[in-house]
């Protein structure tokens, strides 16, 4: 009767594992080896065949047909999919849900990501004066836009001032700076990539901005710092206050880029020891500040319906899905390169 009723609750655990999806452990198990981490942000739609997103031309080339694996993520499970060595996940948007995504991903045990080279990629709104729709940025470094104190310009005595303050005890938090000898090898592989543009984004620069010679060029691959901020800012204000912020913190690249999640997922790869190997590449899809004629009520408010990935879009022109292109034209030349050594 004990060996039966054993039996019966041996039977009992088994059942209940398969039933979750699970199954014993296998302590012979040998983690599925990594050579290559890629990291967007999201997916407009499907992972392949329709209008792309960050993910979709990765997935296309290196991991459609391989194998999918749940991972407990923010705020809701994620799908890691792999073949090949290489693995591919969307960690979300924001700082939050990028760093407990990543977390989560570089914690799995079924991985070996010990000599993966890790690829965070994704759009951007760069910084006028300085990139153009199109541009690909091979980052150096990533500032915290929410450290320090920020007000509004009407409470200062002169807002021609930045309304940013530093605080000096984040110094050590505020700003992560990448391999150098790294990110100076990936640009210089990449720097002179042919990247697209359309003409009816070309059209608006030259309409918007006549006479800088900046915004009058083809889009091309660049250096630069981000700032990322889970405040989706835009404006002369905060453009300005960028600019101070890589001021202070004394970072080698200019202020190229703003974006949602950079800096989390450099904070997130250092605690697992793994920030020499991290690859920041940003796409603008946008810029810092607004176009003539567009103010925060027609874009952002209640009856607005404006989306970046529309080819109607007030802030992003018809440029989405080719800047989409560029930064994984970029992206597969680096990814290509460490798979073949």
Known sequence: MIKRLTAIIIFGVITAFILNGCAPADNNRQPIPVKVLILPK??????KGDFPGEAQYYYERYVDGGQEYTIKGNPGDITLYYKDGVALCMIGQGKISAAVNTSAILSDDRFDFGKAAILSTGCAGSAKGYGIFGDVFVVSANVDYDLGHHTDPRDMEDDSKPTWFRMKEYDNIAVVRLNSELTDSVYERVKNVRLETTEKTTAFLKKEYPDEEWANREPMVMRGTTVT????????YDHRNAEAMIEAYGCTDPFAATEMEDIAVA???DRF??????IDLRVSVNMDVFASGVTPENLWGPSSNDSLASESSEESVDVFSTAMKNNY???RIIIDDILSK
């Open 329 to 331: 034209e970029v992206g």
């Open 229 to 236: 901020g889970d405040n989706f800012w835009k404006g002369r």
């Open 273 to 278: 020891g793994l920030l020499d190997k991290l």
């Open 42 to 47: 999201f997916e407009t739609g499907e992972m």
């Open 267 to 269: 904070r997130t790869v």
